[in-house]
């Protein structure tokens, strides 16, 4: 059997929860930077049955509490339900999306990891996943998972992976969807910790929507032309398929509104792994995101593993969407030609005009890897280059303002940096204004960091030991 890549090296899982204390600190770590950088991504606890495909793997959180100019790491797996079934029988008892579901527990087909992104709302973590699943708690210093998320009992469902909080008003929104009519659902829960709004969204069909866009008063959903392929699925099995003739579509409705005043607005067929920002402008409202123009499989690829292979290599540019509210016009525009993707900007100017933002540039390499990490300026159309260096792979970033910063670029750029060469890894801190020049700081782990997913800063003032 081909050895799969996903299950070795830099993906390979970690076999241990560590907790360390006063991590060496190569420069000088500014005494300000004041919170914990935590990083989600998948972690076999137990040897996957079959194939396994790089999301399978069960959720796991890095994180590194920084403060006073010291450094601390841990890591814990998230403590699903189904990681807790696993965890009881000793045994993996899920196969993954690669192989057909009738093997798997009845009650739950695929195996909802929480593997995939990880939001700071209120004083507590949400472990998220790709497929829309529960939302588990977790506290932000232990990492010790809190529990199913159900935002006192108001959500009754699923959440999707890409959560947004306004960090104006405090609101959570989200969206879930699923198999069945309406498709998907779109929530908002208050700053007090419930579901205030929730309503259906009306599709054509089943989709496979992964991210969405706020803006101050406008969430916008995606209706994108990548679906399951109906042939496959009533076999049991989990294929994609990339269906050209469907326009992307992409849904602006009032944030507190009812489904029925969603306005499409159709554009070129693409894909979206994940949005930059929105914003308001007059009529218009304004969407940046990083656009996959063919995620399809390369023609000649053959066997399941070299089509995951493929399907992994994205190939995605900054692009920037102008849907005119008062006409229903759509106009598109590509903003670079760099393959990037995985972007921040500074939360506090989420749903609001920026003009920085920082991406990873996706390496060459045939599985997924980010060998520089990339800083936009918006308003100038210019972007600079942070390059990590040979055998040395980032992560997504976080951006963390100065206190009292003026200039929207002042303050820190962070990421987990996997080093080949040591096999370790570490977190390099930037000075944003100065995105070229050499890491003000090094910390070093003391263990690898598996390559993996998303990413959130939670500020000290949220931390629960502040």
């Known amino acids: 059997m081909p050895v799969n890549p996903y299950l070795e090296g830099r ?23 004041d919170g914990v950088y935590v990083r989600n991504g998948p972690n076999p606890r137990f040897a996957p049955p079959g194939r396994y495909h790089w999301f399978d793997g069960d959720g796991m959180l890095h994180a590194v509490r920084l403060r006073g100019g010291r450094a601390a790491y841990r890591n814990r ?42 939001v700071p709302f209120g004083d507590r973590l949400i472990a998220l996943w790709y497929l829309t699943g529960a939302a588990y708690a977790v506290d932000p ?9 159900d935002f006192d009992g108001t959500l009754r469902g699923d959440m999707s992976a890409h959560a947004k909080v306004d960090a104006r008003t405090g609101e959570l929104m989200f969206f879930d969807y699923g198999p069945a009519p309406p498709y998907m659902r779109y929530g908002v829960v208050g700053r007090e910790g419930r579901v205030t709004n929730l309503v259906d969204i009306d599709l054509p069909g089943p989709r496979l929507p992964h991210d969405m866009a706020i803006t101050e008063r406008h969430s916008i959903l995606m209706d994108l032309p990548l679906v399951n392929d109906p042939e496959a699925a009533r076999r049991g099995r989990h294929r994609l398929l990339f269906d050209r003739d469907l326009a992307a579509r992409f849904g602006v409705v ?20 994940h949005s930059v920002n929105a914003w308001e402008e007059g009529d218009e409202v304004v969407l940046d995101l990083c ?67 920082y991406t990873v540039h996706i390496s060459p390499e045939t599985t997924f890897l980010f060998d520089a990490l990339m800083k936009y300026d ?13 055998g040395r792979w980032g992560s997504e970033v976080v951006f963390v303002p100065r206190s009292g910063a003026t200039a929207e670029d002042d303050g820190w750029v962070l990421s987990y940096v996997l080093d080949d060469a040591t096999g370790r890894s570490e977190v390099v801190v930037l000075e944003a204004a100065d995105f070229t020049a050499p890491p003000v700081a090094r910390v070093l782990l003391p263990a690898r960091v598996p390559i993996g997913f998303h990413a959130c800063w939670m500020p000290g003032a949220a931390v629960s030991d502040s």
């Open 378 to 390: 918006l308003e100038r159309g210019t972007a600079e280059t942070h390059p990590l260096g040979p």
């Open 254 to 273: 009032p944030r507190h509104g009812a489904g029925a005043e969603v306005r499409w607005f159709e554009a070129e067929p693409c894909y979206v792994y």
């Open 141 to 149: 210093v232990s990492l010790s998972t809190l529990g199913v998320e």
């Open 11 to 33: 993906y390979a899982p970690v076999p241990d929860e560590l907790t360390a204390d006063s991590l060496e600190v190569v420069g000088t770590l500014p005494e300000e930077l």
């Open 77 to 118: 797996w998230v403590r699903t339900r189904a990681f807790g079934r696993e965890a009881a029988a000793e045994t993996a008892l899920w196969s993954g999306v690669m192989e057909p579901v009738a093997g798997n527990p009845r009650d739950m087909p695929l195996k909802d990891t929480a593997n995939t992104d990880v």
């Open 291 to 357: 656009r996959v123009k063919r995620p399809e499989i390369a023609s000649g690829s053959t066997g399941t593993l070299e089509r995951m292979l493929a399907y992994l290599r994205l190939d995605a540019q900054l692009q920037r969407y102008r849907f005119d509210l008062r006409t229903g016009a759509t106009r598109e525009e590509q903003l670079d030609d760099a393959n990037a993707e995985f972007p921040a900007i500074d939360p506090a100017r989420l749903g609001r005009r920026c003009r920085h933002a």
